[in-house]
């Protein structure tokens, strides 16, 4: 039974890959809180279009909070999140009604990773202006902090259905991060096609999309692959990605260069010896022993300890094919140097067949040891001893 990459070894290379760019889950607050940045701006923006202005002239009264609103939001605009929290406080409590207030409020949370709170703040902007996308983009952002995927999700189709002029690359790979975590896979697609149509030049889209459609969508997933290798030809997981929809086509000896590409991460091993042990099976029945033995060698090291007897058990049966031919060059040569090569081939192929009991069959592999190795032996043993000792 050959081992072809199975469809969970593939879904894990699809994670791997839409992983591959995404920044990791923090406990803490953000070091990078650029899309609240962005959201909160953006959405200071839209509030400011959508109240109404203050009057103005001698007899206005003043508003109480904008001046607390205007200091807070100049913290923000240091970063300085903790000092901004009193003011920003006392804005929402003269005038709880306004939106803004409790956006920017939302912000300095968020910055501080007092997520709970943050979450609540966001809320209660969306509620005061339901028609702003940028206080679901920022609830959404806390949401995904907090690594509930489906209420970020569902804030972020929410704010794009507001208004989908907001999608950029910041929210794309937000979006995206989401998507991947909460495996929210169809959708994932779908926002890896918008993202490849709108930024063709960013890799990363179409990575993930390549990925995701391994096993549905070849035509299309094998499109984006080429579409990455173009854009980023030196990535490890592209070239495993790309390896293995090359196996699928049947195109040996280019998957096996990328799978050995890829190998050079020992992170990628376990979508690498898949492909060695593969191709080195289909070698085998071309009857390429050389080659077969040494794409088994290699792929074996990439291989878990319970996957070595696949390896070794076509291993021996390709040495076994190899060492009557090696045998008779050395004879006929009487060359001492290669006699040993030949007898250290005897001994390894003793050991891998060994090994390979373990998923072959017993019965043909005593009677190859029993008649074949031991004849090979014998031959072997009368010729190094005509051979001067080292």
């Known amino acids: 039974m050959i081992a072809t990459p199975s469809r969970l070894a593939l879904a894990g290379l699809a994670l791997l890959a839409c992983a591959a760019r995404v920044r990791p889950a923090r406990a803490q607050a953000p070091q990078d809180s650029s899309l609240f940045e962005i959201a909160a701006m953006r959405a200071r923006l839209v509030a400011g279009r ?35 929290l009193a003011p920003l406080r006392a804005a929402v409590a003269a005038s709880g009604g306004t939106a ?44 995904a902090e907090q690594g509930q995927w489906p209420q970020a999700k569902a804030g972020y189709e929410r704010a794009v259905a507001l208004d989908s002029s907001i999608i950029d690359r910041r929210l794309v790979a937000a979006v995206s991060d989401c998507l ?58 592209g070239a495993a990605v790309y390896a293995n929809y090359l196996l699928g086509l049947g195109q040996y000896d280019s998957s096996l260069a990328l799978a050995g590409e890829a190998a050079d991460d020992s992170t990628l091993w376990p979508y690498a010896w898949p492909v060695y042990l593969q191709v080195g099976a289909q070698e085998f029945r071309a009857r390429d022993f050389a080659r077969a033995a040494l794409t088994l060698d290699e792929g074996r090291r990439y291989a878990p300890a319970d996957r070595h007897a696949q390896f070794s058990l076509f291993l021996g049966y390709a040495n076994v094919q190899r060492l009557g031919p090696l045998y008779a060059e050395a004879a006929q040569k009487k060359d001492c140097a290669e006699g040993h090569v030949v007898d250290s081939l005897e001994t390894s192929i003793r050991r891998d067949l060994e090994e390979g009991k373990a998923v072959g069959d017993s019965v043909r592999i005593n009677q190859i040891v029993g008649t074949v190795l031991t004849q090979a032996r014998s031959r072997i043993n009368e010729m190094l001893a005509q051979c001067p000792k080292p």
Request: proline share 7%; net charge positive.
């Open 50 to 84: 959508a109240e109404r202005p203050a009057p103005q002239g001698r007899g206005a009264r003043p508003d109480p909070a904008l001046a607390h609103y205007l200091d807070g939001v100049a913290q923000l605009g240091r970063r300085q999140f903790d000092s901004a």
């Open 100 to 143: 803004r207030y409790h956006g920017d409020l939302g912000y300095a949370l968020a910055g501080l990773g007092r997520w709970d709170d943050a979450a609540a703040e966001y809320d209660s902007a969306a509620q005061l202006q339901g028609t702003n996308p940028w206080y679901f983009v920022g609830l959404a952002a806390v949401r």
């Open 180 to 237: 991947n975590r909460g495996a929210f896979v169809p959708d994932l697609i779908a926002w890896s096609r918008v993202a490849t149509v709108r930024y063709p030049d960013d890799p990363a889209p179409w990575l993930r999309l390549a990925s995701l459609l391994r096993t549905t969508d070849s035509t299309e997933g094998l499109a984006a692959i080429r579409r990455f290798r173009a854009l980023a030809p030196g990535h490890l997981v």
